[in-house]
């Protein structure tokens, strides 16, 4: 599969950004390796990771294994929410970039804003700091509300260039996509498949069966013409390529509009209002 059929999507600060990517969480660390590396043999080049999945060595790994351009490759990881405060937030960056063998991420997020903490305007600092010095070509948020993102507007200069956030078809989180798109973010879906749970909708399974493709597909299909990153993640050399290969494949408004219409506004994760674990 070549990898010139992956579209990128312009970000807010000039570079650019894979729309499919591969994702990492709950990956073990002792099984990162083989998997990003089949990953990046099957075509991705774009990997989401994070301080907190414990897997950047992995990460870094496959990366001197595949021997790629690094300009080929498109990194992110995100930082711990134990380290909000800013000297804490540019140590842990300067471990991410040792752990993963890297001299720049591509973008490096603050994963919660861990409203109770109160810190993520401090952190957001840091990441600019990081940013400025090149080590980050971009810089976003996660897990951020349309009131998470006036607060960081308010009070700093860099606007992100992206906002992750849970999306899949029980969860179009359809307010927060909006306010991303008003403000030049671009919407990144995490767990885009639903951990796999929206694949048996049978609103799914129908449009897969009338594409003569699977549903998970279909739902990937959903997302990239919808214009959100998406990064699914696989332990399943099978299914890591299956979740490649969405590109001979186009649906129409009546089965877009038909996914769409299965938001029930259900969650995986936890609201990003509620979540404020620091727990490393
Ligand atoms: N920023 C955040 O707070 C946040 C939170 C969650 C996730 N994320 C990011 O988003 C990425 C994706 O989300 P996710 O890992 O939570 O969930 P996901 O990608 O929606 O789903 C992964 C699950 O779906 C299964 N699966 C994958 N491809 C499949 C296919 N073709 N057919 C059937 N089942 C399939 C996987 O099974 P197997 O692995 O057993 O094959 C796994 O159980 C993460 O890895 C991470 O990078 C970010």
Redesign the pocket.
Known sequence: MSTTAIPSLPLNNGTSIPQLGF????IPPQDTRDLVLTALETGYRHI??AQMYRNEAGVGEAIAAAGLERDELYITT?LNNAFHARDDALAAFDRSLETLGLEHVDLFLI??PLPAVGKFVEAWGALEEIYASGRARAIGV??FQPHHLRHLFADTTVVPAVN?V?V?PWLGNEEVRAFDAEHGIVTEA???????AV?EDPTVVRIATDHGK?P?QVVLRWHLQRGDVV??????PS?IA??FDLFDVELSQADMADITALDRGERI?SHPDEMNNTGR
């Open positions: 994702g990492t969480f709950k989401d990771t995100k994963h919660w996660s897990n992750q849970e899949h995490w767990s885009p498949l639903g951990r796999g694949l699977t998970a990064f699914p993640k696989s332990v399943t299914r299956e979740n994760g």
